[in-house]
């Protein structure tokens, strides 16, 4: 029983409140225990439904020593997540229903792992993958990873695919022919540091081109991260009109823009580049209204031979997923809490076509459990991850997440 615990869900009769919860067998069976074999008080604590990210990397196989399946699942539990999807960058990409199955057979107990498979064989943006076996096989999305689908008759042919299996096509909305050998956002920041940036319209030329192909062929879109004002004015409109679009943004992008990067630090080089405080604005306004769905990670642990390098030479990429209660917290005074957290746990659930849970009694145990108050700081001894870089190394921060509960087990 999770005595005393401040309930944060929208859908639950509980919202708000503080409540008793008994967990029964895996299930919620009471919102106002009287006793258990075993009770935790959590007076002060919050909990919610379990966080899904939508966008992380565990560079396994192929790059362990980046991450491996069991560092990135507990970094994602000690960052409160219950459900993670992994982008199909490994080596091999995820392209073949072997591929799906070694993600999926690798997942622990705490930690349910969706893998999203390649939209192309080898990544090289030519040909379709079996996207109906890999779908089988349990792959919930398709898509290229951190490279974008450039080819249009590529996306037109995945799209008219997937149509009839009801699952999203994720698009990283960036030309590459305006993004190449780029560093950061394309500004007057990128002009006074000598750094080649890459423009808004980058982005945009392409969730245009994007919303077009999907006007003609059906299916479903996903804009993944995106970063600009006019991206998200383009999403909101498809919207309006009734098309098949989602997106969301990562959580570094709420919270950084161009001049966090004047002091040259490797670990706030990303994909996307962070831009202006005019776009953080429109993406914090786009969460808030709901043309945004969903907040993820975007987590790219790299080694430091990566990072240690200059800012021109290094590659782009931040650890995310253990710190990133502790970056909701920092809008939480732009977002109020309450949406914060649905755009980690029904959101995307939404645009995965997931279940919806949510804490009422008969319901699954999916849980989140986090103390706002509590104080720590991200170094070699708290650190779950098989990587260091990231923009919160060494800094003390506010909000921890105190543990997870998935079915049947208990990480609290």
């Known amino acids: 029983?999770?005595?005393?615990?401040?309930?944060?869900?929208?859908?639950?009769?509980?919202?708000?409140?503080?409540?008793?919860?008994?967990?029964?067998?895996?299930k919620i069976t009471s919102l106002k225990g009287k006793s258990a074999k075993?009770?935790?008080?959590?007076?002060?604590?919050?909990?919610?439904?379990?966080?899904?990210?939508?966008?992380?990397?565990?560079?396994?196989?192929?790059?362990?020593?980046?991450?491996?399946?069991?560092?990135?699942?507990?970094?994602?539990?000690?960052?409160?997540?219950?459900?993670v999807c992994l982008i199909p960058e490994t080596f091999p990409p995820i392209t073949s229903k072997s591929d799906v199955n070694?993600?999926?057979?690798?997942?622990?107990?705490?930690?349910?792992?969706?893998?999203?498979?390649?939209?192309?064989?080898?990544?090289?943006?030519?040909?379709?993958?079996?996207?109906?076996?890999?779908?089988?096989?349990?792959?919930?999305?398709?898509?290229?990873?951190?490279?974008?689908?450039?080819?249009?008759?590529?996306?037109?042919k995945a799209l008219q695919y997937t149509n009839?299996?009801?699952?999203?096509?994720?698009?990283?909305?960036?030309?590459?022919?305006?993004?190449?050998?780029?560093?950061?956002?394309?500004?007057?920041?990128?002009?006074l540091l000598g750094l080649r940036g890459e423009p808004s319209l980058s982005e945009e030329v392409m969730i245009q081109r994007d919303i077009e192909i999907l006007k003609y062929s059906g299916g479903n879109i996903h804009f993944s991260r995106l970063t600009t004002e006019g991206g998200v004015e383009f999403v909101r409109k498809a919207k309006k009109k009734g098309l098949a679009v989602t997106c969301d943004v990562a959580i570094h992008h709420l919270l950084f823009t161009e001049d966090n990067v004047g002091d040259f630090d490797t670990n706030l080089k990303s994909i996307p580049p962070y831009?202006?405080?005019?776009?953080r604005k429109a993406l914090i306004k786009g969460v808030k209204d709901g043309t945004i769905?969903?907040?993820c990670s975007n987590h790219r642990p790299l080694d430091q031979e990566c990072k240690q390098l200059e800012f021109d030479l290094a590659d782009p990429g931040s650890t995310s997923l253990q710190t990133f209660y502790s970056s909701l917290l920092q809008i939480s005074s732009d977002i109020p809490m309450d949406i914060l957290i649905e755009r980690v746990t029904s959101g995307p659930r939404r645009i995965m076509k997931k279940k919806q849970v949510k804490i009422d009694e008969g319901e699954v145990a999916k849980l989140t459990i986090f103390d706002p108050?509590?104080?720590?700081?991200?170094?070699?001894?708290?650190?779950?991850?098989?990587?260091r870089n990231s923009p919160f190394w060494n800094t003390k921060l506010k909000g921890k997440v105190l543990g997870t509960i998935n079915g049947t087990s208990i990480t609290l």
Request: net charge negative; charged share 30%.
């Open 1 to 26: 029983m999770l005595k005393n615990v401040h309930v944060l869900d929208l859908n639950s009769p509980a919202h708000t409140k503080q409540v008793n919860i008994l967990i029964e067998k895996g």
């Open 373 to 387: 108050e509590d104080i720590w700081t991200l170094n070699d001894e708290t650190n779950k991850s098989k990587s």
């Open 38 to 83: 075993r009770e935790v008080d959590l007076k002060g604590k919050m909990i919610s439904c379990g966080w899904v990210d939508l966008n992380a990397q565990f560079f396994d196989p192929g790059n362990e020593h980046r991450e491996d399946i069991t560092s990135g699942s507990e970094t994602a539990r000690a960052g409160g997540f219950t459900d």
């Open 164 to 191: 009839d299996i009801n699952v999203p096509v994720i698009q990283n909305p960036r030309d590459l022919n305006i993004a190449q050998n780029t560093h950061m956002h394309e500004g007057k920041v990128s002009t």
């Open 102 to 156: 070694y993600l999926i057979k690798k997942s622990p107990d705490y930690l349910d792992i969706y893998p999203i498979a390649a939209v192309s064989e080898a990544l090289k943006g030519e040909n379709l993958t079996e996207m109906l076996d890999l779908h089988e096989a349990g792959a919930v999305a398709f898509s290229e990873g951190d490279r974008p689908i450039w080819n249009a008759e590529l996306l037109l």
């Open 275 to 279: 831009r202006t405080e005019r776009d």
């Open 293 to 295: 769905d969903a907040i």
